[in-house]
């Protein structure tokens, strides 16, 4: 039976790997790329829309009713 190595190292202090393979980097780049399209999509799009939707009508309804006595809701 042979020995097992032990390492000089404490527990959880090896040394960190600082060179990135290619894949790695292609990796990255494809997350970047991804995040920079889906940031382009939500202010091209959802913004956009979103701001026209609450020039056209006020999605809570707030208008203020002066004939009313309550605003009261009742079940």
Do not use: C, K, N
């Not at 290619?22 to 701001?51: N, S």
Request: proline share 5%.
């Amino acid at each position: 039976m042979g020995t097992a190595r032990r390492s000089t190292e404490p527990h959880g202090t090896e040394p960190r790997r600082t060179a990135r393979t290619d894949g790695e980097r292609l990796d990255a780049a494809r997350r970047t790329g991804l995040q920079l399209l889906l940031l382009l999509v939500y202010l091209l799009v959802f913004t956009p829309v979103g701001l026209v939707a609450r020039l056209v009508r006020d999605p809570l309804d707030r208008a203020v009713d002066r004939t009313a006595a309550s605003y009261w809701i009742t079940s």
